[in-house]
């Protein structure tokens, strides 16, 4: 899992400087950030502790997934579950976008923006209050995506996504997420999928001390920033080289990356507001705030004013993402933060051992490296479908010793270490 972290954190690293060698954004200012972002690695990995070999190489003979076991059921029943998976999608993207599969097979045929009427729609139906009607579509959301992330999980870092029923099971599944993504014509789902892939397979050479293939993931990563492109295209983005990137940000035209290579610069302008601004938004706030007075100076330490409202004027943040460390260190102070996310490693090491680290477990700690990644850039877990995601699976970890659900003639049974399956009559 820190491995997994520390990828991603070099990532953000390299892009900021090769963001600030394009720009006029000088390297010596965005230094502070970026000490900052490995210090919070580090205290982490403190609490974490040393990552073992915690993992079975072997798998086990099966694996049941809410009533499929991918490794002998009948394909059948892999379909009707999976189909349903997809089918919630559908239902759930129709009810927060309005979409229906053909308007937006439509819409992409005819380059239509799906990203602008999810706008309109989510606006005119007042969706960003939490309402009786809302509730049920976000529980079942929630639950989706749970059964989305254990599959995907659960089946790749075992090694049992080589089977084919394992694949045409996860296929499906994910055609709902990307589904989702589609209709709303965000690169949030995608984003998601590409974190869980990389994930996945870190972890899985991890547990089975296999090397890992950086130039796969290099190439994934790729795919990942050529599909963003194409997507915000479809909103109508022209993908030109931008002479000012943000209000106190503008293009070195004398840059040689920026004569010789044009595209690459184009494709690290528009990747700005994903990946470099959260960075650039906490350089704000450390030297232009903070640093700026006394009492911004203590209020680093210990909470005492508002910093957020000053930044984000300066550093014009419109409709990009709140970094969660710049949240967390307005609200609590850096020594409160720092602290927290010693226990944050220690809390998840414990999560561990009280579950035995099954596949559950390893659900949590791609939450948990989701939000590490996260406090950078944004707040990728502050979206109702995850946050029950989240604590459904740590409910299902400390308390959910069995869970079962009846449905006709089938009970499906839930507990901790992993899913069973039985077929039961309801007079039994």
Excluded at 32 to 48: D, E, Q
Excluded at 195 to 222: D, E
Excluded at 312 to 335: E, K, R, T
Aim: hydrophobic share 50%.
């Amino acid at each position: 899992m820190k491995k997994a972290v520390r990828l991603f954190y070099i990532i953000y690293t390299l892009y900021m400087i090769l963001f600030c060698s394009i720009t006029s954004l000088s390297l010596s200012k965005v230094i502070v950030s970026l000490v900052l972002l490995w210090i919070v690695y580090f205290a982490f990995s403190a609490g974490f502790g040393k990552e073992q070999k915690i993992f079975n190489t072997q798998a086990k003979e099966s694996l049941s997934l809410l009533g499929v076991n991918c490794d002998s059921v009948t394909w059948l029943r892999i379909v009707l579950i999976a189909g349903m998976s997809l089918l919630l999608a559908v239902v759930c993207a129709k009810f927060y976008t309005g979409m229906t599969p053909i308007r937006l097979i439509s819409n992409l045929r005819n380059g239509v923006s799906s990203y602008q009427n999810y706008q309109r729609y989510f606006a005119t139906m007042e969706l960003g209050k939490m309402t009786i009607r809302k509730l049920p579509i976000a529980l079942l959301m929630g639950l989706n995506r749970t059964l989305f992330y254990f599959s995907f999980i659960s089946l790749t870092v075992s090694g049992r996504i080589k089977r084919f029923k394992s694949i045409v099971y996860l296929f499906i599944i994910s055609m709902g997420h990307i589904y989702f993504g589609l209709a709303r014509g965000t690169n949030f789902e995608m984003y998601q999928l590409f974190t869980l892939c990389a994930f996945c397979y870190i972890l899985y050479h991890v547990k089975n001390n296999k090397r890992i293939n950086y130039v796969l993931l290099f190439i994934l990563g790729v795919i990942m920033v050529c599909f963003f492109l194409v997507m915000l295209k479809n909103r109508g983005h022209s993908l030109v080289l931008e002479p000012t990137i943000k209000n106190r940000i503008f293009l070195n035209y004398e840059s040689l990356i920026v004569r010789k290579f044009p595209v690459i610069v184009i494709a690290v302008e528009y990747v700005f507001g994903y990946l470099g601004y959260g960075l650039y938004y906490i350089t704000v706030m450390m030297i232009d705030v903070m640093a700026s007075t006394a009492e911004g100076l203590l209020d680093f330490f210990i909470p005492i004013t508002d910093s957020l409202t000053q930044t984000s004027v300066l550093a014009n943040i419109q409709v990009n993402w709140l970094p969660d460390l710049a949240d967390y260190i307005d609200s609590f102070g850096f020594i409160a933060v720092f602290a927290l996310l010693i226990l944050f490693g220690r809390a998840l090491r414990f999560l561990g051992v009280t579950d035995k680290y099954s596949d559950l477990f390893y659900v949590m700690v791609y939450f948990a490296f989701m939000q590490m990644i996260s406090f950078p850039i944004g707040n990728f877990l502050h979206f109702s479908s995850e946050l029950i995601a989240i604590l459904f699976t740590v409910s299902l970890i400390l308390f959910g010793k069995r869970i079962r659900i009846r449905v006709g003639m089938y009970s499906f049974s839930i507990t901790n270490k992993n899913t069973n399956y039985s077929k039961r009559a309801i007079n039994e």
